[in-house]
Each structure stands twice: as structure tokens, then as C-alpha cells.
């Protein structure tokens, strides 16, 4: 059964806590995404990774931080440096190519909340 | 960056009436795609169009591009309960080196389906 995961689904965070979240695909993709999303606002581009062991800022990196050392997962590190990480952390993944012709997979969704 | 803006932001019709929502954006694309969201969960890729392509179509769907003018619409035919939703365009830039590297999200359009 293919596809992208995220864990955990709901996630509550002390203000100074670094937090992780997970993402897994068994699609064999080598792209991955990280997207926050806020109430009633579309994706914005945190990270992405195109190939192992190597990343990319999207456009608003900062207070956060990740690692590709697999093909099959890019955990998302929330940092007690993100000044308001309450959202909706949205994964996703898809194939590589030069064409600009592959759709991006989505996972679930982590909903994070800083009390 | 560019930016895919969704038109309207919000639209309410009966169950069996057609649903059009236009997006627009700022620079040359590769293609432009439309996702659903149903709330609280990750996106669901509808379809692609290609900046050489003019209409496509895949079920219910419709979709047309205008490079000239920058703009998407998404007509969904007889609509139904299922499809309410919201709705977003994501653009990919021209030149990327590996297209779908990174797409922009567009701040998407919420529809409601009265039964």
C-alpha cells in the first residue's frame, strides 16, 4: 500500500521546545516538501529535497531545520527560533524529472500547537 | 516569488450546478496544477496543464489555460456533496532545472456544495 506518511497527527509544544515531525513515503520518489499552512491561507515552501543527503530553503525557512539522509524519509525539526510555529505542516513528495510534468503526492498532515 | 491568486475566495452553489474558480499569476510557468484539500487534510492533485496546452479535461473537470493573461480557471461539472472542498493552484516556474522542483501555491478558493 504506497504513499506518504506523517506522524504525529496532532502535536502540542511548550514555547523553547524543539520539536520533530515525521515524514515517510514508500513511493520511491526522490523529491520531498515541506509546506506549513495556515488557517484559511494556501502552502507556503518551507524545505525541499531533491536527492539524498542534500536540501533546499524554500521561502520561509528560518526556526526550522531538516535532514534527507534516506530516500524514504525528511523530518521537519521545529526550533524554539520559529516565532509562531502553530499551523498545519503539510509533507509531500513526487518524482524527478526535467519536464515539469509530476504531481506532488501529500501527506495528512501534522497539526502543531505551541501552549 | 509569483503567486497563484484563486477567484473568488469563497463560492457556494447547488448540488448540480457548475463551479468555476480562476487563478492567476505573475511569471512564465512550465504547468499549472489545481489541488483539492477537504478540511483538516493533505492535498489531492486534480490535474496538470501544460503551458503548451490550451484545455484539458479528465471527468467532471475542466481546465483551461491562458499564458497571454496569466490565468487558470477550474469548471467542475454537476457538482456534487463530495466536492466541497477548497481548491488551489500551483504553479511552476519557468527554467527550473528540474520543473517541479518547487511549486507556488495560490491562496485557493473554499467551495460549498448545498445538497
Known amino acids: 500500500d504506497g504513499g506518504i506518511t506523517q506522524s504525529p497527527k496532532y502535536l502540542f509544544r511548550k514555547e523553547g521546545q524543539n520539536v520533530t515531525l515525521s515524514c515517510e513515503q514508500n513511493?520511491?520518489?526522490?523529491?520531498m516538501y515541506w509546506y506549513r499552512q495556515d488557517p484559511g491561507q494556501g502552502l507556503r515552501l518551507i524545505y525541499y529535497?531533491?536527492?539524498?543527503?542534500?536540501?533546499q530553503k524554500g521561502d520561509i525557512a528560518e526556526g526550522y531545520s531538516v535532514s534527507r539522509e534516506k530516500k524514504e524519509s525528511f523530518p521537519l525539526t521545529v526550533t524554539s527560533a520559529q516565532k509562531n510555529p502553530t499551523a498545519f505542516y503539510l509533507c509531500?513528495?513526487?518524482?524527478?524529472?526535467?519536464?515539469?510534468?509530476?504531481?506532488?503526492?501529500f501527506g495528512p498532515g501534522t497539526r502543531l500547537t505551541v501552549l | 516569488s509569483q503567486q497563484g491568486e484563486e477567484d473568488p475566495q469563497a463560492l457556494s452553489i447547488q448540488e448540480g450546478e457548475n463551479a468555476t474558480m480562476n487563478c492567476s499569476y505573475k511569471?512564465?510557468?512550465?504547468?499549472l496544477q489545481w489541488y483539492r484539500q477537504n478540511s483538516g487534510r493533505g492535498l489531492v492533485h486534480l490535474i496538470l496543464?501544460?503551458?503548451?496546452?490550451r484545455e484539458k479535461h479528465s471527468g467532471r473537470l475542466r481546465v483551461t489555460l491562458d499564458t497571454s493573461k496569466k490565468s487558470s480557471s477550474l469548471l467542475i461539472t454537476a457538482s456534487r456533496a463530495a466536492d466541497t472542498a477548497s481548491y488551489f493552484c500551483?504553479?511552476?516556474?519557468?527554467?527550473?532545472?528540474?520543473?517541479?522542483?518547487?511549486?507556488?501555491f495560490g491562496t485557493g478558493t473554499r467551495l460549498t456544495i448545498i445538497p
Open positions: 509531500a513528495s513526487s518524482t524527478r524529472s526535467g519536464t515539469g510534468y509530476n504531481e506532488q503526492f
Open positions: 513511493l520511491n520518489h526522490d523529491a
Open positions: 529535497s531533491q536527492i539524498v543527503n542534500d536540501f
Open positions: 511569471t512564465s510557468i512550465n504547468n
Open positions: 496543464i501544460r503551458s503548451n496546452e
Open positions: 500551483a504553479t511552476d516556474a519557468r527554467g527550473s532545472n528540474f520543473g517541479n522542483e518547487k511549486l507556488t
